[in-house]
Antibody, heavy 120, light 111 residues
Framework: QVQLQESGPGLVKPSQTLSLTCTVS??????????WSWIRQPPGKGLEWIGY???????YYNPSLKSRVTISVDTSKNQFSLKLSSVTAADTAVYYC????????????WGQGTTVTVSS | QSALTQPASVSGSPGQSITISCTGT?????????VSWYQQHPGKAPKLMIY???KRPSGVSNRFSGSKSGNTASLTISGLQAEDEADYYC???????????FGGGTKLTVL
């Protein structure tokens, strides 16, 4: 059974870069049947899609975040990562990683989420 | 402001049926049969309930069903149970420049 686990700093200073990693266990990130995604949820608000990556390294980003986002994959470690630059308080959120069904775009396995606060 | 429009809240009594709507445009919901629905309990990660508009993942109760008409997708929950009380989000593929859009979420209260 595939499981995803987010990790990274819980506190980031304004203007710095937020960096998170999602570790996939119980399955291979190199399976061609899935995308791997980051989604976030500000406190008390709804879900916002950040982007996808395919195991080959192809990336797809939310146009509103594209200038600040980089998603990468490390197949040797079965991990994928998120970098969000020039953060502000508006980037404070719970960040989730998820597995995405390739053809249907349904996000069928989620990590538990990690809270990132942007504050000096 | 979310790309897909959902009612902020719906409610129903145990045993009743409720429907949550999700209105998009001809660029997302209307163009693709790729709407998914997620259930989120407080403090928990979202859970996939419906994908490709009407398909249920293994393990999801058949009390949950999805449909679409034009630019509006719907999630129906029949035989409401107390455990169904949660936030529900719709999500749609939106083409090769926007890719994915979420609705703002609907809080379901079981009275």
């Amino acid at each position: 059974q595939v499981q995803l686990q987010e990790s990274g700093p819980g506190l980031v200073k304004p203007s710095q870069t937020l960096s998170l990693t999602c570790t996939v266990s119980g399955g291979s990130i190199s399976s061609g049947d899935y995308y791997w995604s980051w989604i976030r949820q500000p406190p008390g608000k709804g879900l916002e899609w950040i982007g996808y990556i395919y195991y080959s390294g192809s990336t797809y980003y939310n146009p509103s975040l594209k200038s600040r986002v980089t998603i990468s994959v490390d197949t040797s470690k079965n991990q994928f990562s998120l970098k969000l630059s020039s953060v502000t308080a508006a980037d404070t959120a719970v960040y989730y990683c998820a597995r995405v069904l390739l053809l249907s775009h349904g996000m069928d396995v989620w990590g538990q989420g990690t809270t990132v606060t942007v504050s000096s | 402001q979310s790309a897909l429009t959902q009612p902020a809240s719906v409610s129903g009594s145990p045993g009743q049926s409720i429907t949550i709507s999700c209105t998009g445009t001809s660029s997302d919901v209307g163009s693709y049969n790729l709407v998914s629905w997620y259930q989120q309990h407080p403090g928990k990660a979202p859970k996939l309930m419906i994908y490709e508009g009407s398909k249920r993942p293994s393990g999801v109760s058949n009390r949950f069903s999805g449909s679409k008409s034009g630019n509006t997708a719907s999630l129906t929950i029949s035989g409401l149970q107390a455990e169904d009380e949660a936030d529900y989000y719709c999500c749609s593929y939106a083409g090769s420049s926007t890719y994915v859009v979420f609705g703002g979420g609907t809080k379901l209260t079981v009275l």
